[in-house]
């Protein structure tokens, strides 16, 4: 369980890597890596909490619902700025604020104990 649950906190670290990584080296463009990204915070993040729920680690359910919220919205700017981007639409404010949002949950992650 133990290996299981660091190896998705793995990959959940990976995806924030991909957003970030993506919003800084290619400004204001919503590559693959920012929306897959996005995609996998939700998903790793939900397998988190569930592996957490199963073993004995306790759950902060006020921190993981406010870091749901915030995940939504990143995943929803990065969504939002692909689909406006392949009609020709490019927003880069989008990607920017799903950059500054991914960035905030990491401090919620890391500062909230
Ligand atoms: C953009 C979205 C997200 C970012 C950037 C993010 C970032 C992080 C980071 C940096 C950590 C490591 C913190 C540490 O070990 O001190 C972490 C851990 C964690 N995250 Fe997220 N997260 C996101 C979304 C989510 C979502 C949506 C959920 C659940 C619904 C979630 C659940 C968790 C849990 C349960 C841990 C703790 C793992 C453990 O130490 O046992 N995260 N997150």
């Known amino acids: 369980m133990d290996l299981l649950k660091t190896l998705v906190l793995v ?7 991909a957003i970030v990584g993506s919003v800084v080296i290619r ?3 919503p590559t ?13 993040g ?4 569930g592996l957490a729920e ?8 006020m921190k993981i ?3 749901l919220l915030v ?3 990143v995943a929803a700017c990065a969504e939002i700025a692909a689909a406006r981007e392949r009609r020709g639409e490019g927003n ?20 909230w104990n």
């Open 54 to 61: 199963a073993g004995d680690g306790d759950v902060n359910h």
């Open 27 to 29: 400004r204001g463009v």
């Open 46 to 49: 939900l397998v988190l909490v």
């Open 92 to 111: 880069p404010n989008l990607v920017h604020a799903a950059g500054a949002l991914a960035v905030v949950n990491a401090l919620i992650a890391s500062l």
């Open 11 to 17: 990959l959940h670290l990976l995806g924030l890597l």
């Open 71 to 73: 995940a939504l919205a």
């Open 32 to 44: 693959p890596a920012l929306v897959w990204g996005a995609r996998a915070q939700i998903l790793t």
């Open 65 to 67: 619902g406010i870091k």
